[in-house]
C-alpha cells in the first residue's frame, strides 16, 4: 500500500459527496497516512485522470455519475462484478494495470447478507437503472422479482443480467419480499406503492438526504427491519477501501461520519 495514499471521489455534480468525509475519516482512525478529496469530472474526460493513475499521481478513485460506464470502456481490467454489471464505480492501478471493480455489487451481497433480513425472503428489486442491476447481480440465487415505473426497461434490464427473475407491475407487491428501492423514490419525499411496503418483510432502502425517506420512516413504524441509504453508501465505501488498502474498514466509525456529513 503506497504512502500517502491519494484517493478521490468523481464525478458531475460532486459538492454534494459524503465521500471524502467517509474516507478520511476511516484513514485516520487507522492511522494510514492519505487523503480522499471530491473532484469534479465531467463526461468525456475521464481518461484525463486515468492517466494520473498510470503515472502514479493518484492511487485511485470512485466513480460516480454520469461516468460510470465510462470508467469500464476505459479500465484495462474489470472485477467479475463491473464485467456482470457493465459499471465501474471504483478504479484503482496495480502491476501497472488499471482495474475496475463495482462495489454496489459488494454491497448488495453484504446487505442481502445482513443478520436483520429473513436469508430465505425473496427479494424484489425497484429500479431499472445501474443501482437495481447492481442488486440484482448480489441477489444471484435468491428468488428475484423486478419492477419499475417504465416496465419494458425492467423486462430488458432482467434479460440482459438474470433471465431466471420474475417482472411484476410496479406498484405490485411480493409477499413477504425484502424490498430493495433502487429508485429516487424517497429523495423528494415521495412515497412508494402502499401495496409494495404493505407486504415486505424487510426494507433496503437506496435513497438518502437530510431527513429519513419516507420508506424508512414507514418501514420503521411498521416494525419492519430495515437499512438506510447512508448504512448502504457505507458498505460501498468500505469494499473501495478494503480493494484500495487491503485493510478492514472501520464500518461503524465511517457510518457515524457519513450521518454527519
Known amino acids: 500500500m503506497p504512502s500517502p495514499l491519494r484517493l478521490a471521489v468523481l464525478g458531475d455534480p460532486i459538492e454534494h459527496s459524503r465521500s471524502p468525509a467517509i474516507h478520511n475519516a476511516a484513514m485516520a482512525h487507522l492511522g494510514i497516512e492519505g487523503s480522499y478529496v471530491a473532484r469534479r469530472v465531467v463526461a468525456g474526460t475521464l481518461s484525463d485522470v486515468i492517466a494520473e493513475l498510470r503515472i502514479g499521481s493518484l492511487d485511485g478513485a470512485n466513480v460516480t455519475m454520469p461516468l460510470k460506464t465510462e470508467a469500464a470502456a476505459l479500465a484495462d481490467v474489470l472485477t467479475e462484478e463491473a464485467s456482470a454489471s457493465g459499471s465501474v464505480n471504483t478504479i484503482r492501478m496495480r502491476s501497472r494495470v488499471v482495474e475496475g471493480?463495482?462495489?454496489?455489487?459488494?454491497?448488495?451481497?453484504?446487505?442481502?447478507?445482513?443478520?436483520?433480513?429473513?436469508?430465505?425472503?425473496?427479494?424484489?428489486?425497484?429500479?431499472?437503472?445501474?443501482?437495481?442491476?447492481?442488486?440484482?447481480?448480489?441477489?444471484?440465487?435468491?428468488?428475484?422479482?423486478?419492477?419499475?415505473?417504465?416496465?419494458?426497461?425492467?423486462s430488458a434490464l432482467v434479460e440482459r443480467i438474470d433471465g431466471g427473475a420474475g417482472v411484476v407491475p410496479f406498484g405490485v407487491g411480493v409477499s413477504g419480499a425484502l424490498l430493495v428501492?433502487?429508485?429516487?423514490?424517497?429523495?423528494?419525499?415521495?412515497?412508494?406503492?402502499?401495496?409494495?411496503?404493505?407486504?415486505?418483510?424487510?426494507?433496503?432502502?437506496?435513497?438518502?438526504?437530510?431527513?429519513?425517506?419516507?420508506?424508512?420512516?414507514?418501514?420503521?413504524?411498521?416494525?419492519?427491519?430495515?437499512?438506510?441509504?447512508?448504512?448502504?453508501?457505507?458498505l460501498q465505501a468500505a469494499a473501495s477501501f478494503e480493494w484500495w488498502t487491503g485493510v478492514d474498514a472501520p464500518v461503524e466509525v465511517m457510518v457515524q461520519v457519513a450521518r454527519n456529513a
Open 181 to 234: 428501492n433502487a429508485t429516487p423514490l424517497g429523495n423528494d419525499g415521495t412515497s412508494l406503492p402502499e401495496a409494495v411496503t404493505m407486504t415486505a418483510s424487510g426494507v433496503i432502502d437506496l435513497a438518502y438526504g437530510a431527513d429519513e425517506t419516507p420508506t424508512v420512516a414507514g418501514a420503521r413504524a411498521a416494525g419492519l427491519p430495515f437499512m438506510d441509504g447512508i448504512e448502504f453508501l457505507v
Open 101 to 154: 471493480h463495482s462495489t454496489d455489487v459488494v454491497a448488495s451481497v453484504r446487505a442481502f447478507s445482513d443478520q436483520r433480513f429473513n436469508p430465505s425472503a425473496p427479494i424484489l428489486v425497484l429500479g431499472a437503472g445501474g443501482a437495481a442491476a447492481a442488486a440484482i447481480i448480489g441477489a444471484a440465487g435468491r428468488e428475484l422479482y423486478v419492477t419499475a415505473r417504465d416496465i419494458q426497461r425492467a
